[in-house]
């Protein structure tokens, strides 16, 4: 069982940068594929970004592309979400979410996280 606990969410403006983390309870968090999802409210929850294992493969939402960067250290069993510019559209709750076999769509991901929360005001 992988426990995920994010954190870094709040309350930014139009423009603004947060940094999310993802903590992992896995020892052999280097195992997983890492992902970042979101949901809007009366939305579903969408793929925001994914990492490989090993950090060499990356891929991103084209709504996201150029402003989020994902990163991983797995000595510190810690994936990163650094988010830039962000938007009102960016609103969400994110969470992380770990696979065995690197995917995007989410029904690859076995355990998730209970979310932080990303306001942006405009």
């Known amino acids: 069982q992988v426990r995920l606990v994010e954190s870094g969410g709040g309350l930014v403006q139009a423009g603004g940068s947060l940094r999310l983390s993802c903590a992992a309870s896995e020892r052999t968090f280097s195992n997983y594929a890492m992902g970042w999802f979101r949901q809007a409210p009366g939305k579903e929850r969408e793929f925001v970004s994914g990492?490989?294992?090993?950090?060499?493969?990356?891929d991103y939402a084209d709504s996201v592309k150029g402003r989020f960067t994902i990163s991983r250290d797995n000595a510190k069993n810690t994936v990163y979400l650094q988010m830039n510019n962000l938007k009102p559209e960016d609103t969400a709750v994110y969470c992380c979410?770990?696979?065995?076999?690197?995917?995007?769509?989410?029904?690859?991901?076995?355990?998730w996280g209970q979310g932080t929360q990303v306001t942006v005001s405009s």
């Open positions: 979410a770990a696979a065995l076999h690197y995917a995007i769509s989410d029904h690859w991901y076995d355990y």
């Open positions: 990492i490989s294992q090993s950090g060499g493969s990356t």
